[in-house]
């Protein structure tokens, strides 16, 4: 028998989104149905009501995710009732041709519950990065269910499940920041800011911060930035050379996801240097860059899908050092708030009020 809950769903692109009644069904082999506790609203949620990923509307959103999984259906052994688990959006198949390279971060084949979620009139809902947490329950694959420590907070655990583990991701494994590097990052939302964290837990020791907003250049300072830029007065690309010895940083990281941003990533990098993709462009974006240049620069440009994260290595990891006290997961939330209210937290994150609103169910 389906479960009847309350849901925040995107109807149409750019309308405002509404609560509405979803039916979860009851999970069904290898699926796992989780009691959400808190989930994360991240940039890709307006990207989706905004039509920049898709047209398949409705939308159930929400996709940073921690809670307690409620039931298991036939052939589930990783999880079950009652484990505390982070959701994530890449759980790997194990058998396509990444995964048999053993590049599972890469995985081309990645799992999601095969059944639907729906209104309460039949339409089928598209979740989310196929989450759809901003839900008192939802249905995903168990591969979706990644245990972390149960003592982790669940509004700083679910951040785990997207923004933070694409920010520290894209600086630790896509960039492979090492110790004694210099990093600059550019849009310091909440996944810029924890690309600056995650540089500073590799050990960067030259961190610069590029935003256009003074507000989110003191936020990154206490996520361990040690220059700040605010690219609307200043020169991003003058200002790290300046920072850096007159050559520019070892590692770039754009995280807006805009041409003219990835542009000054890419002339913000020394020679050899690595420029990193994690903003999400929309599909009518182009990029015009002069080719010697390519060449004559050497280093890589990379993307970074979910941070070249994996879940079960990497989500426990990130928890454990929040305990420790060696990340700072908690101060990514800036608010916490109910399942009303992710309509206006999407004002505030364009308006740049906050780094991570949170629904708590
Ligand atoms: N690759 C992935 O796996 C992945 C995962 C999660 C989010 N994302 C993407 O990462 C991006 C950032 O997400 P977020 O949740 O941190 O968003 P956010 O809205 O919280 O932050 C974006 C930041 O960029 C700044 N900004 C805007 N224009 C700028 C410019 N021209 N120059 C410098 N800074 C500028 C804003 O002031 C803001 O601080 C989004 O595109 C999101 O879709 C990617
Ligand atoms: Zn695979
Ligand atoms: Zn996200």
Redesign the pocket.
């Known amino acids: 028998m389906a479960y009847e809950v309350r849901g925040v769903v995107a109807r149409g692109k750019g309308a405002p989104v509404t609560v509405e009644t979803v039916l979860v069904p009851d999970p069904g082999p290898g699926e796992a149905v989780v009691d959400v506790q808190a989930c994360g609203v991240?940039?890709?949620d307006l990207?989706y009501r905004e039509g920049g990923i898709n047209d398949e509307f409705p939308f159930l959103l929400g996709h940073e995710a921690a809670g307690t999984v409620s039931a298991v259906g036939e052939g589930v052994t990783d999880v079950a009732v009652g484990d505390f688990v982070v959701l994530n959006w890449r759980a790997v198949c194990g058998q396509c041709r990444a995964c048999r390279k053993g590049q599972p971060q890469y995985c081309f084949a990645t799992h999601n519950a095969a059944q639907k979620m729906t209104l309460a009139d039949g339409t089928e809902l598209s979740p989310a990065l196929g989450i759809g947490a901003f839900a008192e329950k939802t249905l995903v694959h168990s591969g979706q269910c990644t245990k972390v420590d149960p003592q982790t907070p669940a509004t700083a655990a679910g951040l785990l499940g997207?923004?933070v583990m694409?920010g520290v991701g894209a600086a630790i494994n896509t960039g492979g920041v090492q110790r004694g590097e210099s990093v600059a990052v550019?849009?310091?939302?909440?996944?810029?800011d924890a690309a600056i964290a995650g540089a500073r837990l590799a050990g960067a020791t030259t961190i610069v911060a590029?935003?256009?907003?003074d507000r989110?250049l003191a936020w990154a300072r206490q996520f361990g930035a040690t220059h700040t830029v605010n690219?609307r007065e200043t020169d991003p690309v003058e200002a790290i050379r300046g920072f850096t010895g007159g050559f520019g940083v070892d590692v770039a990281i754009d995280?807006?996801?805009?041409p003219?941003?990835f542009t000054q990533a890419f002339h913000a990098r020394d020679l050899a240097g690595r420029v990193v993709l994690?903003?999400?462009p929309t599909p009518e974006m182009q990029l015009t860059l002069p080719m010697i240049e390519l060449f004559g620069r050497g280093g890589a440009l990379k993307s970074?899908?979910?941070?070249d994260c994996l879940p079960s290595r990497d989500f426990p990891m990130l928890a454990d050092l929040h305990r420790q006290g060696r990340f700072p997961l908690d101060d990514f939330v800036t608010e916490t708030i109910g399942l009303d209210d992710v309509e206006t937290a999407f004002e505030k994150?364009h308006r740049?009020d906050v780094l991570r609103s949170v629904v708590v169910l």
């Open positions: 991240c940039h890709t990207h997207c923004g694409a550019f849009g310091c939302g909440g996944v810029g590029v935003d256009v907003d989110k690219s995280a807006v996801g805009r003219e941003v994690v903003g999400v970074s899908w979910y941070g994150m740049g």
